[in-house]
């Protein structure tokens, strides 16, 4: 069981979300049910400890399953998903872009608008870029200093002249990198290259918006 956790760990990286939690809650599930949590008639003792336990995983099991079916990504959170319909805040929106003329599109939307501008580059195989999206940007911390921010999301995944041009452009190795635009020119100071946390990324971007409070 514990050869196949590391091949589901290994794989999720190249798979959706949901896809994920279904391989998670098929592991678990099957992990139950060979622990016997279906199984009667149990002696006491340590054999009704472990069935205990069993029981458990096959109820963490089907909630990864229904999680799944509701589009949820996170493992240790499956059900999240479905408390977001009930007005649960769903994180800052970001429009996507792919190729290097989208993105200056985007900027001189925001510059036009008067608005600073975040771009997160991302990819689909980035482990970090998924973390970052999944519990930083959604964080009430974060999502409240995003607020006033024109948001875009690089995605590079393909690897094409598009996403090489992109990288090439801003002297990226890779995802993830975090920018910040103002008048479409770039904060060189403020870029963060790599994984982040969401107590220091909202003090990142305090610090930032109130460098734009004093130029404004």
Do not use: Y
Request: negative net charge; contains cysteine; glycine residues 8%.
């Amino acid at each position: 069981m514990l050869l196949l956790a590391i091949a589901v760990w290994l794989i999720e990286r190249l798979l959706p979300g949901p896809v994920s939690l279904v391989l998670w809650g098929a592991l678990v599930i099957g992990t139950s049910l060979a622990l016997g949590a279906l199984t009667f008639n149990q002696r006491q003792g340590w054999p009704r400890v472990r069935q205990a336990a069993s029981i458990v995983l096959l109820a963490w099991g089907v909630a990864l399953v229904l999680g799944a079916a509701q589009g949820g990504e996170n493992p240790l959170r499956p059900l999240a998903s479905l408390g977001s319909a009930g007005g649960v805040e769903q994180g800052p929106v970001f429009t996507r872009v792919t190729t290097l003329a989208q993105l200056e599109s985007e900027l001189e939307i925001a510059a036009r608008q008067g608005q600073p501008a975040f771009v997160n580059v991302t990819a689909e195989w980035c482990v970090s870029c998924k973390i970052m999206e999944r519990d930083v940007f959604p964080a009430p911390a974060v999502a409240s200093q995003l607020a006033g921010f024109h948001l875009i999301q690089a995605d590079i995944t393909d690897t094409n002249a598009d996403s090489r041009a992109l990288l090439d452009r801003f002297g990226l190795f890779g995802p993830p990198s975090l920018l910040f635009f103002s008048d479409n020119e770039e904060l060189a100071r403020a870029r963060i290259q790599g994984e982040v946390d969401a107590p220091t990324f909202a003090t990142h971007l305090e610090r930032i918006r109130s460098q734009f409070a004093r130029t404004g």
